[in-house]
């Protein structure tokens, strides 16, 4: 586990390799049989513009389907839950077509996990994170196949698009959670 502390004190955690092998090839499958819709909008901070994602809402079913939740519990990861309950879970797709801003999912902690099984060098799809209310990326993470990440969703974020080199989708799971 990693830690990035942003500079009004909020924390980044970073997990890698969680699961294994079998498990991740699970949830890719999963997300590759998910029904996608177009409407996932981001609230963006500092642009104007109003760009709609293609993205597959999860139940609670879904969550339990796929078990993910409770895979978390069971490693180290799992302490990020504590105190926390689910809000809402969302998949996103993106492609090198997608155009990103900068923006924040106010009062939640988000548990983000990069679900393609292989990523390679030159593809991009980063996670850019800003300072509070500047286009100044104070930390950005690499997508990792298998990483997760927990952190406030008040810092501002934004991904980096994929090249348009990348083979396949840019998946990632956000399970935004709520303080109980």
């Known amino acids: 586990m990693k830690e990035i502390i942003s500079d009004s004190g909020q924390r980044i955690a970073i997990y890698d390799n969680l699961f294994d092998f079998h498990y991740t090839n699970d949830i890719y499958d999963f997300a590759t049989k998910s029904y996608f819709q177009i409407g996932w909008e981001d609230t963006h901070i500092l642009e104007n513009s109003k760009h709609r994602y293609l993205h597959s809402v999860y139940s609670q079913e879904d969550l339990d389907n796929l078990?993910?939740?409770?895979?978390?519990?069971?490693?180290?990861?799992?302490?990020?839950?504590?105190?926390?309950?689910?809000?809402?879970?969302?998949?996103?797709?993106?492609t090198p077509a997608d155009t990103h801003f900068i923006h924040t999912h106010s009062n939640h902690k988000v548990l983000l996990y990069y679900v393609n099984l292989n990523w390679n060098d030159g593809w991009h799809g980063e996670t850019l994170f800003y300072k509070n209310n500047t286009k100044e990326i104070f930390f950005a993470t690499p997508y990792v196949p298998g990483r997760l990440l927990f952190f406030d969703a008040a810092i501002p974020h934004t991904i980096r698009p994929q090249s348009h080199t990348a083979s396949h989708y840019r998946f990632t799971l956000s399970i935004f959670l709520n303080k109980c």
């Open 67 to 94: 078990g993910i939740v409770e895979k978390i519990k069971a490693t180290k990861a799992g302490e990020e839950l504590i105190g926390y309950t689910i809000e809402k879970t969302i998949l996103n797709l993106s």
